[in-house]
T-cell receptor
Framework: DAGVIQSPRHEVTEMGQEVTLRCKPISGHDYLFWYRQTMMRGLELLIYFNNNVPIDDSGMPEDRFSAKMPNASFSTLKIQPSEPRDSAVYFC?????????????FGPGTRLTVT | GIQVEQSPPDLILQEGANSTLRCNFSDSVNNLQWFHQNPWGQLINLFYIPSGTKQNGRLSATTVATERYSLLYISSSQTTDSGVYFCAPTGFQKLVFGTGTRLLVSP
């Protein structure tokens, strides 16, 4: 299995620009998660989906952030307009609910720098 | 929400030494994972261990859910063990990450 795939791996953009991060979960997994890692706040959950439906977006910081999952194999996290404080590493993770197991597997992350 | 405390925050070891990392959490959990974030930033699954004991090579983990703590043991440490170790418990799906233990193993 290829694991969770994220693109791009690095993104540098100017303040005010739209940024789109992409994620392909592990095939067959029914949960998808978006996390953000910063020095100040550590790793925090932004939003997660179950069977392509957003379940909890309480971690999304502002209306500038939006996430979609149009199908079981693709999700996007969009920031519009971007600000310097959005600079962080964004991770996507997926899991398969199997019995009582909820183990999550993480992608390599996208390092976003907003100048 | 669940509060997570990891200790020690920083650890420096000589290659070959053993160590124990601790994770305390405030509420009952159905899920607990340990991760290693390597120097390149990749999050690597170490253990899925909501309760009991598991071993994988030089690493083992124990979670005592009733007492709300988990331990990660690293034996015969190697320089490749360097990085940050995160504990992440949850009641269901929303992993809550601790602040991590930063480990440096010197040759």
């Amino acid at each position: 299995d290829a694991g969770v795939i994220q693109s791009p791996r690095h993104e540098v953009t100017e303040m005010g620009q739209e940024v789109t991060l992409r994620c392909k979960p592990i095939s067959g997994h029914d949960y998808l998660f978006w996390y953000r890692q910063t020095m100040m706040r550590g790793l925090e959950l932004l939003i997660y989906f179950n069977n392509n439906v957003p379940i909890d977006d309480s971690g999304m910081p502002e209306d500038r952030f939006s996430a979609k999952m149009p199908n079981a194999s693709f999700s996007t996290l969009k920031i519009q307009p971007s600000e310097p404080r959005d600079s962080a590493v964004y991770f996507c993770a997926s899991s398969l609910t199997s019995g009582s197991s909820y183990e999550q597997y993480f992608g390599p992350g996208t390092r976003l720098t907003v100048t | 929400g669940i509060q997570v405390e990891q200790s020690p925050p920083d650890l420096i070891l000589q290659e070959g030494a053993n160590s124990t990392l601790r994770c305390n959490f405030s509420d009952s959990v159905n899920n607990l994972q340990w991760f290693h974030q390597n120097p390149w930033g990749q999050l690597i699954n170490l253990f899925y261990i909501p309760s009991g004991t598991k071993q994988n090579g030089r690493l083992s983990a124990t979670t005592v859910a009733t007492e709300r703590y988990s331990l990660l043991y690293i034996s015969s440490s190697q320089t490749t063990d360097s990085g940050v170790y995160f504990c992440a418990p949850t009641g269901f799906q929303k992993l809550v990450f601790g602040t991590g233990t930063r480990l440096l193993v010197s040759p």
